[in-house]
C-alpha cells in the first residue's frame, strides 16, 4: 500500500483517531520537559520553542531507536532530538539525554531515573511528544509516574498538513492505529490509566484494520 492508496474515507478515518489522540491542554509553565523520541523531529523543535517562550528550565530527550527509526535516526532518536534542540538555540546545561528507552512506558521510568540520579525530583511535568502520541504519552506517565502534574504537548499542526509532510503517509496512519490499539489495551497490564475510547473512534480504528493499517499494532 502506498500513499496513492490512503482513500478519502481512510483520511476521515484517521482524522477521527487524529483528534482523540490529541488532548488540547493548554500550556503551563513547568519543572522539566521530557520529550518522548520518534520519527518526528517535530517534538524537538517544538520544545525548543516552548523552551525560549520560559515554560520549563530543563528538557530531557528520551528514546533509543525501533525498527523503523533506526533507519532514520542511526545515532538514536534522543541524540537526534538533542541535535536539533541544539540547532534551535536551546543550550546544552538546559538539556539532559536518555538514549536506552525503547517504548513509551521506559520514556517515562528512565527520564524519571535520570533525573532523580541528578538530585532534580519534579512535582511538574510537561511531555512533548507526536501529536498523535499525546493520550498515549499522557496515559503512560500517569500510570508510571502518578506523583507528578503533567500537561501533554507537540507540534501545532493540523492532520492534512502533517500527513503531507511525510513521504511514508501510511506508516502514519499505522502508527497512529498502533498507538490506539495500546491505548485500549495497555491499561489491563498496567502501563497506563484506563481511558474512555468513544463508539466512533473504536470504529474508526476497526474500519483502519480492516483496510490494512495494522502493521505496528502491539503484539499478542
Sequence with gaps: MTAQDITDEHRRDAQILWDFHLLGHEPRNTEVAVVLGSFDLGAARHAATLYHQGRFPLIVFTGATN??????????????FHAAA????????????EDKATNSGANIMLSRQLLGQAGIVPTSVTLIAMPFMER?????????????????ASQPIAFPEYLASFTDQRHILCDMVGDLQR???????????????????HAALKRLIVAGYDSVLPKP
Excluded: H
Design 67 to 80: 525498527d523503523y527509526t533506526i533507519n532514520v535516526f542511526p545515532q538514536g532518536e534522543a541524540v537526534a
Design 86 to 97: 541544539l540547532a534551535a538555540g536551546v543550550p546544552e546545561s538546559a538539556m539532559m539525554i
Design 136 to 152: 498515549r504519552a499522557f496515559a503512560t506517565c500517569r500510570a508510571q509516574w502518578p506523583e507528578v502534574k503533567v500537561v501533554c
Design 183 to 201: 491505548i485500549i489495551e495497555y491499561p489491563k497490564y498496567g502501563y497506563m490509566i484506563e481511558q474512555v475510547v468513544p463508539e466512533e473512534v
